[in-house]
């Protein structure tokens, strides 16, 4: 009997997305130095000192920038709401006056965007024309960033940080503090994704054309762009619409926020323009000399935030682990399983969420009970049954069917529970100990997260695995269905007369 398979999970590539691309384990790679950048609130695990000297930018460096913003008519130094400001989480905005909620605290013309736009008006957009936008954004900042001064955008790009405390940038060191998670199969998945797409846009476009890159570009260089776009672009300002918002991207995440959609829209700039314009909103009352902070993404588990950002949240709900099932090519009845999962939204692999404290997706068991059918149950899959099937698969089919998706789960989870280093309860008591670190807090949160719910999902199979006496199967509902089960679940038999 073919049974379900689990894989390393990362997060599947989707036609909108520009930054991630399919299944990879993990192996080391040569990494940049560990530093700061974005965070959390105090509601997160966080540093005991956020900015790390040198990485954070000078005063002259913010300074400048604000100039150029108000020379760009982007904002008024004697009427602002809000000014960039040094702030635990590194750089942030901070009311200068009392703001209610709602108000629109800053709004950035397109004209100041970076995105594929400004690149194809670039020196370099004759180049840039087939890339992924990710890419040719990419390109774009490191050619403008080596420029230095001569760069029109040097007063934005010289206050990036050099680099994020996103997993991205961890050291092999600090990577075997996640060992066994599946946040570090995703972290060096993209890594390798950045990397071989750095190896074709070397090849094709960076070292051909020598006199508009005259400065060298290095795969670390290429990560470090990567990073910012993944870390300073808006939910919905990716994919094909991949955009850089200079000021309001140092707006920063509060886990206390929890709404998303009211604190920014791109709108016309007046009734009868069509320029369009950011517009950033605070989503809460804030005091003059606060910081104004706002919702990165609800949807996002802690793994995507430390990926992303370089942050997590206390809050359970965002912890999730990732089930990767599929059926297996060497299934007797691989094609009918497939057409069965194709006819009903899923497929050959299929990935299932799961949430702490929250029950199972809906439908990982039906699919569970698909991939391991077979034996005597197979008769399901006959075509008779190819409109009905799904219904029957929603319900428990037989206590071995039943029994063998229990105890592959509880298998599945043993093991991947081995491959961390550490406990719970090691992981537990290093937490109250405190005084982590952000990257170590942010490896033992993610760590403790992930066993918790292998755990979780471990105790839900064995819990079911006990009640399999109990369950009704296939068969029996089968006959009930035909007036052959009595009312105290005894079969009945008619004889001929």
């Not at 949160?445 to 979780?456: M, S, Y």
Request: charged share 25%; proline share 5%.
């Amino acid at each position: 009997m073919a049974l379900p398979r689990f894989l390393p999970h990362f997060i599947p590539p989707h036609s909108s997305s520009c930054l991630l691309s399919t299944l990879h384990n993990p192996w080391p790679l040569s990494l940049l130095n560990a530093a700061s950048g974005r965070r959390i609130d105090g509601a997160a695990v966080r540093a005991s000192n956020s900015i790390r000297g040198s990485l954070a930018p000078t005063e002259s460096a913010v300074a400048d920038f604000w100039q150029w913003m108000s020379k760009k008519g982007a904002v008024s130094a004697s009427s602002a709401v809000v000014k960039p400001e040094f702030v635990p989480e590194g750089l942030g905005l901070v009311a200068q006056r009392d703001i209610p909620r709602n108000e629109v605290v800053v709004e950035v013309s397109k004209s100041l965007w970076i995105d594929a736009d400004t690149v194809a008006a670039s020196e370099i957009g004759r180049l840039c024309g087939g890339l992924r936008p990710w890419v040719a954004i990419a390109l774009f900042l490191l050619r403008e960033k080596a420029l230095g001064p001569a760069s029109p955008w040097h007063p934005y790009l010289n206050i990036l940080p050099t680099t994020t405390d996103s997993t991205l940038f961890w050291p092999e060191e600090e990577l075997s503090e996640i060992q066994g998670t599946q946040l570090l199969s995703t972290t060096m998945g993209a890594k390798e994704y950045v990397e071989n797409e750095f190896t074709k846009v070397e090849a094709e476009i960076i070292l051909p054309n020598k006199d508009l890159f005259p400065s060298a570009i290095t795969m670390p260089d290429f990560l470090w762009a990567f990073g910012m776009l993944r870390s300073r672009a808006f939910a919905r300002l990716r994919g094909e619409n991949l955009a850089l918002v200079p000021l309001a991207d140092l707006i920063n995440h509060s886990s206390n926020i929890t709404v998303e959609e009211s604190s920014w829209e791109i709108k016309g700039k007046g009734l009868f323009s069509r320029e369009l314009i950011f517009s950033l909103r605070t989503p809460a009352y804030i005091k003059s000399g606060e910081q104004v902070y706002i919702q990165y993404d609800m949807g996002k588990s802690n793994a995507d935030l430390a990926l992303d950002y370089g942050f997590v949240d206390l809050r359970p709900d965002r912890d999730a682990y990732t089930l990767t099932l599929e059926i297996s090519e060497s299934d007797p009845f691989y094609g009918d399983k497939l057409d069965i999962a194709e006819s009903n939204g899923l497929g050959e692999t299929a990935y299932f969420d799961v949430v702490q404290g929250c029950t199972l997706p809906p439908l990982m068991l039906p699919y569970l009970r698909l991939v391991a059918l077979g034996g005597t149950d197979a008769f399901l899959l006959e075509s008779i049954f190819r409109n009905s099937v799904w219904d029957h698969l929603e319900l428990p089919v037989s206590r071995a069917n039943e029994e063998t998706i229990c105890r592959v789960i509880r298998d599945a989870c043993k093991s991947a529970l081995s491959g961390y280093g550490t406990t719970i309860e090691e992981d537990e008591k290093l937490m109250e100990m405190g005084n982590l670190g952000e990257r170590l807090g942010i490896a033992v949160r993610i760590r403790v997260g992930e066993k918790k719910l292998l755990r979780q999902i471990a105790d839900a199979f064995r819990d079911r695995e006990s009640e399999l006496d109990g369950l009704e199967y296939y068969q029996e509902r089968r006959l009930k269905d035909l007036g052959l089960v009595g009312e105290q679940g005894e079969i009945i038999f008619w004889e001929t007369k």
